[in-house]
Structures are given as structure tokens and as C-alpha cells.
């Protein structure tokens, strides 16, 4: 094109000049807005070249001289391309690299990590196959993409086993804790030998003194009343004795059960646990659906037997009367609820 061109310049034709010298500012100038980054000092250098060859094409737009200055930049244009070129095969190469040791490390951790392995090695390939910086910017896009997928693979997993732990932990507690395992089949039986309030009191005030680590639960057997109100009231004292005998069955054959009021029960337990774990002990054995028949008169009648509790650390209160102040307000808030 130049050469095809020359004889026109060399004629000194000042417009055909002109035109040339505004058509190469405009190469120039889009040149110079678009040409792509890959290292910043090389970008950098390039920018300043095209910038000083814009200023000699100011200086000087004569036919000759432009022909010149299309040439530097057509020089200055090449070199920058195979500069950057270089420089995209540097990176792939260094991304591969890196993406290879990623994956690696991403399959050596969990073998629940199949997926990311795969998008990893999908990358891998695709780095191998590009070959413009463009290319490798999206596959930086996607890279990023796949570690936050295994940022959040490897909180998950640590959650996982950090609640496996404590589950287990929590179980090595209670079958240390236990003498006997906790049944909560229906009882048959007959009930327990009863001890009343009086018994209770004696024993609450000996773990006092002992400071024994001991838990006061609190049963209340629900519609006891609204039963004994219908069917009489020795039909609410068998729901009453029928949820102590399942109480002294479920829970540890160290516990000692005592009948509390007409519808409560108080069970003393002594656990190492903490509060919550004794809570979930207790409502455990309470929340089990229960039918007893009862016996009226000479007819009989299959009812529901439930039951509501609360657990109170006993080791926290520091006298008999304050503790007792607090399993009469528990019973009251549960034979509330239970009517």
C-alpha cells in the first residue's frame, strides 16, 4: 500500500498529504485506546512510542515523512504483539502449573470433592487451548469461582465433622452416665415403692450439704384432674403412678423418684453433664406417648398418659427454701399449661 502510494506523495499534492497525515493520527489514536494489556511496563513502553510518534507526525507531515512514521508504528505495533504473546504463554504456563498442583491438592483432601475436580481439570484443558489474554481473564474468572466452591467445600466439611464430634461426645456422656440402658417401652409392672414430699425434701437438702452436682426434674402429668374430675379420682392416681413407674424404668436405676404433689413428680438425679444435656435426657423419657386402661368400677378405659418436666440444677441454689420456692413455681407453670 505504501509503495503503491509513493508516487502520489512524491508529487507534493498538499491534500492528498493532509488527508494521510489525519488518516494516520486516527490509526494512531485507536491504536493507542485499544491496544490490549499484558505486562504493564511493556504496555506502558508502548504507549510512550505511540505517543512520540504522534508528536513527530505533528511535527513534520510531509509525504515522505509519513511513510515513515506508518512504518515505525507498524514496527512498534509487532513488537509489541509478540511481546505480549510472550507474555500470555508465560502466564497460561504459570496458571496451568498452578491449576495441576490445585487439583492435586483439591482430590487429596475428600474424595466429596468429585465435582470441583472436574470443573479444575476442565479449566486445565481450556488454559492448554487459549491463546488470547481475553481467554485466560475468563479462565481467571473461572478459577476463582472453583476456590470459592472449595473455601466453602472445606467449611462444610469442617462443620460436619466439628457436629460429629459433639454428638459423639455428647453420647459417651450419657452411656458413662448410665447404669442401665434407658427403655421406653410401656411399662407393665406394678409401680415403684412410693416416697412422698416429705422423703423428697430430706433428699434435696442432703445433696445440698453434699454439694453433690445434682439435678432436681420435675414431672407433671397432664389432665390428671379434668381425670379424676370424670372418671373419679383413683382414675387420675393410676395415670399419676402409671407415669412413675415409666420414669423410674427410663431413666437410671441411681435416680430417685418421688411423688411431689397430687399430679407432680420429682426426680433427683445426679449427672456430670451440663444443664442442656440433663434437659434432653429428662423431656426424652416425658415426651414418649404413653396409654394406660385404667379400672372404673367395672368398666375400663384406654386413655393418653403424657407428661411436661423442667430440670433445676440444684447445685446453684444456695439454701433448701430457695429451692423449693422454685420447683413450686415449675410445677405450677407446667400443671398450667397441662390443663
Not at 30 to 39: K, M, Q
Not at 88 to 110: D, F, G, Y
Not at 314 to 334: D, K, M, N, T, W
Request: one cysteine or more; charged letters at 25%.
Amino acid at each position: 500500500m505504501f509503495i503503491s502510494l509513493k508516487r502520489y506523495l512524491a508529487g507534493g499534492d498538499y491534500e492528498l498529504a493532509e488527508s494521510l497525515r489525519r488518516m494516520a493520527g486516527l490509526l494512531l489514536e485507536t491504536v493507542r485506546l485499544h491496544a490490549v494489556v499484558g505486562d504493564p511496563s511493556d504496555y506502558e513502553k508502548f504507549q510512550k512510542d505511540i505517543a512520540r510518534l504522534e508528536a513527530d507526525l505533528e511535527k513534520d507531515f510531509s509525504a515522505s515523512q509519513i511513510l515513515v512514521v506508518a512504518g515505525a508504528v507498524a514496527k512498534t505495533l509487532e513488537d509489541y504483539n509478540q511481546r505480549t504473546s510472550r507474555y500470555v504463554r508465560t502466564q497460561n504456563a504459570e496458571l496451568q502449573a498452578m491449576l495441576a498442583m490445585l487439583t492435586e491438592t483439591v482430590a487429596a483432601i475428600s474424595a466429596a470433592s468429585d465435582r470441583t475436580v472436574t470443573r479444575l481439570q476442565n479449566i486445565e484443558k481450556q488454559l492448554e487451548r487459549a491463546s488470547m489474554l481475553e481467554d485466560i481473564r475468563g479462565l481467571k474468572a473461572k478459577l476463582s469461582e472453583c476456590l470459592l466452591m472449595v473455601r466453602d467445600e472445606a467449611r462444610r466439611q469442617r462443620e460436619e465433622t466439628a457436629r460429629t464430634i459433639a454428638e459423639l461426645r455428647s453420647e459417651i456422656q450419657r452411656a458413662q452416665q448410665r447404669q442401665a440402658p434407658i427403655s421406653l417401652a410401656k411399662p407393665t409392672a406394678a409401680p415403684p415403692e412410693r416416697m412422698g414430699r416429705a422423703e423428697a425434701e430430706q433428699a434435696l437438702a442432703r445433696a445440698l450439704e453434699e454439694r453433690a452436682h445434682a439435678y432436681a426434674a420435675v414431672f407433671v402429668v397432664d389432665r390428671v384432674e379434668l381425670v379424676s374430675g370424670r372418671f373419679g379420682a383413683n382414675a387420675g392416681e393410676q395415670l399419676v403412678q402409671f407415669f412413675q413407674h415409666h420414669l423410674a424404668q427410663g431413666l437410671l436405676s441411681s435416680d430417685q423418684v418421688f411423688r411431689w404433689g397430687p399430679a407432680s413428680l420429682l426426680v433427683l438425679m445426679e449427672r456430670r453433664g451440663s444443664l442442656e444435656e440433663v434437659r434432653e435426657e429428662a423431656q426424652r423419657v416425658a415426651s414418649v406417648r404413653l396409654e394406660k386402661t385404667i379400672q372404673i368400677g367395672t368398666r375400663t378405659a384406654l386413655l393418653p398418659v403424657t407428661g411436661r418436666c423442667a430440670v433445676i440444677p440444684v447445685f446453684q441454689y444456695p439454701s433448701l427454701r430457695l429451692l423449693i420456692e422454685e420447683i413450686e413455681g415449675a410445677v405450677a407453670r407446667r400443671g398450667a399449661a397441662a390443663c
